[in-house]
């Protein structure tokens, strides 16, 4: 495709259930991002992939909070027995990861708005 | 401590006043540094980039600038519309590393 595709867009889970988040990143780009935005807040970082390099998992809030990615492909994002506090929205960006080139730029996607009842 | 410090958090600003966010960095070496709009509901998408040889750039209403000694960043927007409101997020890209986001200034802009 053409940007980032995410999905799905919007998903409505009951408290203690297991949630699937997808993350299309753009072909070619070896670098994946995960951010989560609560509510009137700012960007928090979960999880970081570049290439077959080991991911830095540190903003992971949780051990019910887990994600893959296979090489530069699909990555997904699964939040186990959900709780309330999980309820955000969640980002994904990709961006070639050439970082020493001056157009380097992170592609976002639409975003997976999370609610849990 | 993040790399990328935005300011304010939060601000409600005046129809057709004008407004500036600003963008501390500590990344270093640097390449480039971009910020994003956010529409509710939406994707953030580009909206100015800067190297490190660039002071200023403009976009329509927005304009950014840079100061890359004292590693710091400005948004200013002008006439400020209701369509403004928004996140706006500032994304530095250090040589050879990862991309270092901001979390964002939330604008709301009132009738």
């Known amino acids: 495709g053409a940007g980032v595709s995410q999905s799905p867009s919007n998903k409505v889970t009951e408290k203690g259930k297991d949630v699937e988040l997808r993350c299309d990143p753009i072909?070619?780009?070896?670098?994946l991002y995960w951010y989560r935005q609560r509510l009137g807040q700012g960007l928090e970082f979960l999880i970081y992939?570049?290439?077959?390099?080991?991911?830095?998992k540190s903003g992971l809030p949780s051990d019910r909070f887990s994600a893959e990615r296979t090489g530069e492909s699909v990555s997904t994002l699964t939040i186990q027995r959900t709780q309330q506090e999980d309820s955000a929205v969640y980002l994904c960006?990709?961006?070639?990861?050439?970082?020493?080139?001056?157009?380097?730029?992170?592609?976002f996607g639409q975003g997976t708005r999370l609610t849990v009842v | 401590k993040n790399q990328v410090e935005q300011s304010p958090q939060s601000l409600i600003i005046l129809e057709g006043k004008n407004c500036t966010l600003q963008c501390n960095y500590t990344v270093s070496p640097f390449s480039n540094l971009r910020w994003y709009k956010q529409d509710t509901g939406r994707g953030p998408v580009s909206l100015t980039i800067m190297t490190f040889s660039e002071n200023t750039k403009s976009n329509g209403r927005y304009t950014a600038t840079l100061d890359a000694d004292t590693k710091q960043s400005s948004l200013h927007i002008t006439a400020s519309q209701l369509s403004d409101s928004a996140s706006y997020i500032c994304?530095?890209?250090?040589?050879?590393?990862?991309?270092?986001f901001g979390k964002g200034n939330q604008v709301v802009v009132i009738p």
């Open positions: 994304v530095v890209s250090p040589r050879n590393n990862r991309l270092a």
């Open positions: 992939f570049q290439g077959n390099s080991a991911p830095d």
């Open positions: 072909s070619g780009h070896t670098a």
């Open positions: 960006a990709s961006s070639s990861g050439v970082e020493a080139a001056s157009h380097t730029e992170a592609f």
